[in-house]
């Protein structure tokens, strides 16, 4: 059964390639561009897994589906992947999976089946990273001695078709990487609406997603803006802790980073430069 809790906005990649009418030809187009495969909608079941998104802070910007017996997760990166990114995935896969096994069952003798999960970082960003990467659980661990436990999480570099030809092979991709080049270049601060409008028309103008954004101009505008404004408040909250120095006033932006983005105490006391022990002492 799958859950969405309605404070989280999604991502437009996450829904082109999810909550879309079409998501699930554009994330099969997708995957098998990913991965080699050659799937057919006709020949598939898919099933769209959505979870609370607590994990991914305040906008969901990770598609999940079960294609014929396998968990597929696809997260999205604009910017510098996260090296944390196995444990995240461990995370949210074991969610996923808690919600597929109920708690009744978890303790029968019989084997409970799951279905196997792989994992990708669809990286479309500017920074000069390999064309293609592991990134492991293993990777986090005091010491590598062999355990048995393990995640691995594919990166692909997908920010240039000439170096990995997925954007070839996936036409939805390309466009949909076309389509954020055009919001980034028109990005203005102080008009910030009016430049998406501008760059939704451009793309539509175009040939790019025309269908998808035609259809969803005003969703589209609204994901825009709140991701941006999202952005925004972050770099001006970091920006303010780092140049005052002052101990509270990053603690102070710590904990609105809680409140208000859905941040863990950790991750909001570590990008504030702040103590966790204040921080969480301001929140009990």
Same mark, same amino acid.
């Given at each position: 059964?799958?859950?969405?809790?309605? %404070?989280?906005?999604?991502?437009?990649?996450?829904?082109?390639?999810?909550?879309?009418?079409?998501?699930?030809?554009?994330?099969?187009?997708?995957?098998?561009?990913?991965?080699?495969?050659?799937?057919?909608?006709?020949?598939?079941?898919?099933?769209?897994?959505?979870?609370?998104?607590?994990?991914?802070?305040?906008?969901?910007?990770?598609?999940?589906?079960?294609?014929?017996?396998?968990?597929?997760?696809?997260?999205?990166?604009?910017?510098?992947?996260?090296?944390?990114?196995?444990?995240?995935?461990?995370?949210?896969?074991? %969610?996923?999976?808690?919600?597929?096994?109920?708690?009744?069952?978890?303790?029968?003798?019989?084997?409970?089946?799951?279905?196997?999960?792989?994992?990708?970082?669809?990286?479309?960003?500017?920074?000069?990273?390999?064309?293609?990467?592991?990134?492991?659980?293993?990777?986090?661990?005091?010491?590598?001695?062999?355990?048995?436990?393990?995640?691995?999480?594919?990166?692909?570099?997908?920010?240039?078709?000439?170096?990995?030809?997925?954007?070839?092979?996936?036409?939805?991709?390309?466009?949909?990487?076309?389509?954020?080049?055009?919001?980034?270049?028109?990005?203005?601060?102080?008009?910030?609406?009016?430049?998406?409008?501008?760059?939704?028309?451009?793309?539509?103008?175009?040939?790019?997603?025309?269908?998808?954004?035609?259809?969803?101009?005003?969703?589209?505008?609204?994901?825009?803006?709140?991701?941006?404004?999202?952005?925004?408040?972050?770099?001006?909250?970091?920006?303010?802790?780092?140049?005052?120095?002052?101990?509270?006033?990053?603690?102070?932006?710590?904990?609105?980073?809680?409140?208000?983005?859905?941040?863990?105490?950790?991750?909001?006391?570590?990008?504030?430069?702040?103590?966790?022990?204040?921080?969480?002492?301001?929140?009990?």
């Amino acid at each position: 059964m799958a859950f969405r809790n309605r %404070r989280y906005k999604d991502s437009v990649f996450t829904d082109l390639f999810g909550s879309d009418r079409d998501g699930k030809k554009n994330f099969l187009e997708l995957y098998n561009a990913l991965s080699g495969s050659n799937y057919r909608l006709e020949d598939v079941q898919l099933e769209r897994k959505v979870i609370e998104q607590s994990l991914y802070k305040t906008f969901n910007n990770d598609v999940s589906w079960e294609i014929n017996g396998k968990l597929i997760v696809l997260v999205e990166h604009q910017s510098t992947v996260n090296g944390n990114m196995p444990f995240r995935c461990l995370e949210y896969v074991t %969610r996923i999976y808690e919600e597929i096994v109920p708690i009744n069952k978890r303790y029968a003798e019989k084997v409970q089946k799951i279905p196997n999960p792989d994992f990708y970082v669809v990286y479309i960003g500017k920074e000069k990273i390999p064309v293609e990467e592991e990134l492991r659980l293993s990777d986090a661990f005091y010491e590598k001695d062999g355990s048995n436990l393990e995640l691995v999480v594919k990166v692909k570099n997908c920010s240039d078709s000439k170096m990995l030809p997925i954007k070839s092979n996936c036409v939805i991709l390309k466009q949909y990487c076309q389509f954020i080049e055009i919001v980034e270049r028109m990005y203005n601060k102080r008009f910030p609406k009016r430049s998406f409008k501008k760059a939704i028309e451009t793309a539509i103008s175009q040939g790019i997603l025309a269908d998808y954004l035609d259809r969803k101009s005003r969703e589209v505008m609204n994901m825009l803006t709140a991701k941006y404004d999202y952005k925004m408040d972050i770099a001006v909250k970091k920006e303010e802790a780092f140049q005052d120095g002052q101990e509270h006033k990053a603690i102070e932006a710590a904990v609105l980073l809680v409140h208000k983005y859905n941040f863990s105490p950790e991750q909001a006391a570590k990008d504030m430069n702040a103590p966790l022990e204040k921080v969480l002492e301001q929140l009990n």
